[in-house]
């Protein structure tokens, strides 16, 4: 379809503006500057946003884009960027496009040869790994797991001998179950640290174990409370991997079990071999039921 432009005007600017993840000291004043000028604001959800441009003393026409219909809505928001409207493109909270949405916004401007201009800003991920303590060099985002038990726990296998950190997303109502099949699956002797309510009043940090920032969770009373961002230590490099399996685990276990009991059996092998800390405990069950 041919758009009508006026005459000696071009095309406005889609600017993707990062937003505060919880404290609203760390919108950036070109963030603010940006909001203030662009005709349209296109937001995830237009409630909350909405009360982001209150904060600022701000009115704007606004347009809800979120997972549900941004491809249907992709046609007007191009429609007003051709017609020469400057917008800006924020979600609920954060970077546009980190896990939200945006990126089909983002792709048919770019086709369309509008410019896309990023105001970069707080991001929940970089924001976890910078406190985290955790190897930065190489990560993978994985945004969130899946829901379901079964996804989750067979995408976790698939991360299972990741070398980089690993970071996610999790909602409170999920958080629980997430790191019970962190635990499962990587083994409850990974380092893993959980950021809760990050920028925010009660911003917590818990740090260890799998096992234990679960067992933490399980009793804090805030536990399953706020928004969530899981940083795992990756798996160990292949070399100590490839030594580990080349071990008679079996063996190793028998001997150990000689003396020792199943649960620091299970431990002492799992640091040894690299193997998973339930699945060797399991194991040593076995050998010992023999």
Known sequence: MKETRQAGSGPG??????????????????????????????????????????????????????????RERFDRVLK???????????????????????YVVVREARAAGIRVSPIPGPCALVTALSAAGLPTDRFLFAGFLPAKRTGRKSALEALKREP??????????????????????????????????????FETFYSGSAEDVLAELQTDPHGSKGE????????????????????????????????????????????LTGGSKNELYQRALELKDR
Request: proline share 4%; charged share 25%.
């Open 13 to 70: 600017t889609l600017y993707i503006v990062a937003t505060p993840i919880g404290n609203l000291g760390d919108l950036s004043p070109r963030a603010e500057k940006v909001l203030s000028s662009v005709a349209i604001v296109a937001a995830e959800d237009t409630r909350h946003s909405g009360r982001l441009l209150q904060h600022l003393g701000l009115s704007k026409p606004m347009i809800a884009l979120h997972e549900h219909n941004e």
């Open 80 to 102: 007003e960027l051709l017609a020469g409207k400057d917008l800006a493109l924020i979600s609920d909270a954060g970077t546009p496009l980190i896990s939200d949405p945006g």
């Open 164 to 201: 980089a950190t690993l970071v996610f997303y999790e909602s409170p109502h999920r958080i629980l179950d997430t790191l019970a099949d962190l635990v499962s699956v990587l083994g409850g002797e990974r380092e893993l640290v959980l950021g809760r309510e990050l920028t925010k009043t």
């Open 228 to 271: 969530f961002v899981v940083v795992v230590r990756g798996a160990e490099a292949s070399g100590r991997a490839e030594a580990g399996s080349q071990l008679d685990v079996d063996k190793l276990l028998g001997l150990l079990l000689a003396e020792l009991p199943v649960k620091k059996v299970a431990k002492i092998v799992a640091e």
